[in-house]
């Protein structure tokens, strides 16, 4: 009908029109491009042109082609076809009204057009050849599933695209583009989009806009396979914790054991021997083969006799000394079962509670105070003497190196005495104690560090510094403390108690956190002592029994070496006491 005529026409003009003010904006947009890559040239096409040559200029029908010859994707194929559809259009409507370089940009993009084909059939020849040797060269397809992810690769249309990058990168808006967008009326807005699409046709996807790179890696990194086991940055495992037996390895009986708090009747030799006095007698317990040996019965060694009050081994390990109730202290050689020295006071000290050897150097404390040392070499042994303590001296122990001498009594004192054994005062007394203090122990790996047990009332296991006497830490055990033994192997130490629980008790040092508590005994634990291998310690209860107990057992490997060790330092300690008179 007349009607639909006349729309149809409407319509046809209104299309020509919108695609004719769109061709001209295209032409101006590809004049400007050109004119800017006329005053830029490519570094690279200027080394290889002759002299004279006019640079052959990217085009976008020429990127279409590319686009068309790689299979890249429809979108871009599209937009540089409808460029290239404006450009005609544009270049056939305003030919009069076109400049110059117009003619100029016609000639250009007919040159890429011939060089276009000479390149596919480059291209072509190349790809022939490749496929015919394919065979001989193994390797020369394998960066046709996408290269390796270590080496960059660059296609060759990027060094047009490149130089485009870094020209516009570093010009202004308007130097790069002179007002040609801005009078068309499209705005910063349509700027970046015309920007970002041209440069997406003019290289092939290789450069994404402003934020493109210009050598990208062909693939990324592989995923891992498991995660999971990235998140923990340390290889470490978490400690184990040391399963302790808490119940005894081997129990002995101990009839007639006295049961007196202040005694110690129970030591244990370098050449692991277990001496334990039972009243008026001394046995020997072989921790080796496990035989008892009889060393020595009071009442039938002098008229008058008394009780057994403490044991202690020398350093040799053959010589034990032996104090009774009534102040003598004798010196035994195990070997041969004979007293080979007598040393009687020649006034009333009371009986001899604590011993502690030095070498040769044998120091005693006694019920009213006094502190002897005796040089058991010489027919003179008392070499010293001190009154300080005003109640009993129950416990006494030299340092592992011999420089400090540590003395507790049942005045709540604890005084620490230096290497000189004629000194009449001590260098520190510590007074933090309630009750008496019987347990002293020398920690092995810390010179200076000693730790004492208070009794009943006092329950409190103290730490000092020898040096400067200097309270360290301390820790409520709960009950009374009768004895203390060290382990270097692992950094604890073990406390035998009296009343209310009779245990023994693990200690972590320094945390002083509860390890682990050792129950068998019914009555109060009188005396402690550690093994030799420092595997186990041994504890003599008033319930009359003996308890061996291996709560810091080794492995084999670390067991055989600490016994050489041992054995190297029993050899650097060794004296001879034959010359006794």
């Not at 590809?30 to 004119?35: A, C, E, G, S, V």
């Not at 006799?305 to 009534?326: E, I, Q, T």
């Not at 070496?561 to 041992?566: D, L, P, S, T, Y």
């Amino acid at each position: 009908s007349p009607l639909l005529r006349r729309q149809s026409k409407a319509s046809q003009l209104l299309s020509q029109n919108r695609s004719s003010n769109m061709s001209v904006s295209l032409s101006q947009i590809l004049d400007r491009k050109m004119r800017l890559d006329s005053v830029l040239p490519s570094a690279s096409q200027k080394s290889h042109r002759p002299l004279g040559e006019q640079p052959a200029r990217v085009t976008a029908s020429a990127s279409s082609r590319s686009l068309s010859r790689k299979g890249s994707c429809p979108g871009l194929l599209e937009m540089s076809q409808t460029l290239n559809a404006s450009s005609r259009n544009a270049s056939t409507s305003s030919r009069a009204a076109c400049s110059p370089i117009s003619e100029a940009a016609a000639a250009a993009r007919s040159a890429s057009k011939s060089g276009g084909s000479a390149h596919r059939r480059k291209r072509k020849s190349r790809s022939a050849s490749t496929s015919s040797g394919a065979g001989r060269l193994s390797r020369s397809n394998s960066l046709s599933d996408g290269g390796d992810r270590f080496i960059p690769s660059r296609h060759p249309d990027a060094i047009e695209a490149t130089k485009q990058a870094l020209s516009s990168a570093s010009s202004t808006p308007d130097k790069s583009l002179n007002g040609s967008l801005n009078a068309s009326g499209g705005g910063g807005n349509m700027k970046r989009v015309y920007t970002q699409a041209l440069a997406d046709v003019l290289t092939n996807g290789i450069i994404q806009g402003e934020q493109g790179r210009i050598l990208t890696y062909t693939s990324g990194a592989p995923q891992p396979s498991a995660p999971a086991y990235l998140t923990s940055a340390s290889t470490k495992t978490a400690p184990r914790p040391r399963k302790v037996p808490t119940s005894a390895e081997r129990t002995l009986d101990a009839p007639n054991l006295v049961n007196d708090y202040y005694l110690n009747l129970l030591d244990w030799s370098s050449e692991n021997v277990l001496a334990c006095a039972l009243g008026e007698s001394v046995y020997l317990w072989n921790g080796g083969d496990g035989s008892i040996t009889h060393l020595v019965d009071l009442a039938n060694f002098d008229n008058a006799h008394g009780f057994v009050a403490c044991v202690k081994w020398a350093p040799v390990s053959n010589y034990l000394a032996v104090s009774d109730n009534l102040g003598d202290v004798y010196l035994f050689d195990v070997n041969t079962q004979r007293a080979v020295r007598r040393m009687r006071p020649t006034s009333d000290i009371g009986r001899v509670s604590a011993l502690s050897w030095r070498e040769h150097l044998l120091s005693s404390g006694s019920r009213w105070g006094q502190l002897r040392h005796a040089d058991v070499r010489q027919s003179s042994w008392l070499v010293g003497s001190a009154q300080f303590h005003t109640q009993e001296v129950c416990g006494l122990a030299w340092s592992p190196d011999g420089h400090h001498l540590a003395s507790g009594g049942n005045d709540n004192l604890v005084a620490v005495w230096g290497f000189d054994v004629a000194a009449e005062a001590p260098l520190h007394v510590m007074t933090h104690h309630q009750s008496a203090v019987k347990s002293l122990a020398w920690c092995p790996w810390k010179q200076n560090l000693l730790a004492t047990g208070g009794g009943s009332i006092c329950k409190h296991m103290r730490f000092w510094n020898a040096r400067t006497g200097a309270h360290v830490a301390s820790v409520d055990t709960g009950s009374q403390v009768s004895g203390i033994v060290w382990n270097e192997e692992y950094r604890e130490l073990v406390t035998s108690h009296g009343y209310s629980e009779h245990q023994l008790t693990l200690w972590k040092y320094p945390e002083l956190s509860k390890v682990a508590d050792l129950l068998g005994h019914s009555d109060r634990v009188l005396c402690l002592v550690g093994s030799p291998d420092g595997e186990r310690v041994a504890s003599a209860s008033s319930d009359e029994t003996l308890r061996i107990w291996r709560c810091f057992e080794l492995d084999a490997k670390r067991a055989a070496k600490k016994k050489r060790a041992a054995a190297a330092q029993r050899e650097d300690r060794t004296y001879s006491l034959a010359a006794l008179r």
